[in-house]
T-cell receptor, first 116, second 119 residues
Framework: EAGVTQFPSHSVIEKGQTVTLRCDPI?????LYWYRRVMGKEIKFLLH????????ESGMPNNRFLAERTGGTYSTLKVQPAELEDSGVYFC??????????????FGPGTRLTVT | AQTVTQSQPEMSVQEAETVTLSCTYD???????LFWYKQPPSRQMILVIR??????QNATENRFSVNFQKAAKSFSLKISDSQLGDAAMYFC????????????????FGKGTLLTVNP
């Protein structure tokens, strides 16, 4: 079974540019999460999809960030325009439907974003 | 809001020895889960061990065990017989218990502890 994949693994962009990160969850996982780790700080929750719907986007920093999940499959996180403080590692995680009891969040390898 | 604190940014251990990583947390909830995740260099984060707050018995997974002190809100990870492959960043994390009516499924993480294993 393929794990959670993320693309690209690294991205270096200039301030003001746009970047789109992609996450492919484990097949069949309804829940998809985005997290971010800024250097030296905690990994922080950004948002949560259940299928194609945003369940909770309380962690999104501001309206420069836009997340979508097309057809309940893969998800994209767009940053437009990027600012220096957006640099960090963006993690995606997925988990099965809630009605299966305890579920583990399976993490992708992350996308390292550097804004210069 | 819940918070998780890992007070050891870095730890080192000799191969075959035992090391304990510390984690404290703050919450007003009575039912929740605690986790230790491991992220090896350039690899994805994986779940090492989890503890349900309602269970008094400490969780154990092979060489990994926890010391869960609910009243003290402490959740340390002990790695026995350390191996070179244990070298990684370790994150402590908290999650509300959905089955008890909690609505927060998101994980709250600490800053992490970088573990080095010396041969």
């Amino acid at each position: 079974e393929a794990g959670v994949t993320q693309f690209p693994s690294h991205s270096v962009i200039e301030k003001g540019q746009t970047v789109t990160l992609r996450c492919d969850p484990i097949s069949g996982h309804d829940n998809l999460y985005w997290y971010r780790r800024v250097m030296g700080k905690e990994i922080k929750f950004l948002l949560h999809f259940v299928k194609e719907s945003k369940q909770d986007e309380s962690g999104m920093p501001n309206n420069r960030f836009l997340a979508e999940r097309t057809g309940g499959t893969y998800s994209t996180l767009k940053v437009q325009p990027a600012e220096l403080e957006d640099s960090g590692v963006y993690f995606c995680a997925s988990s099965p439907a809630w009605d299966r009891g305890f579920y583990e969040q399976y993490f992708g390898p992350g996308t390292r974003l550097t804004v210069t | 809001a819940q918070t998780v604190t890992q007070s050891q940014p870095e730890m080192s251990v000799q191969e075959a020895e035992t090391v304990t990583l510390s984690c404290t947390y703050d919450t007003s909830e009575s039912d929740y889960y605690l986790f230790w995740y491991k992220q090896p260099p350039s690899r994805q984060m994986i779940l090492v061990i989890r503890q349900e707050a309602y269970k008094q018995q400490n969780a154990t997974e092979n060489r990994f065990s926890v010391n869960f002190q609910k009243a003290a809100k402490s959740f340390s990870l002990k790695i026995s017989d350390s191996q070179l492959g244990d070298a990684a960043m370790y994150f402590c994390a908290y999650r509300s218990d959905l089955n008890s009516g909690g609505s927060n499924y998101k994980l709250t993480f600490g800053k992490g502890t970088l573990l080095t294993v010396n041969p």
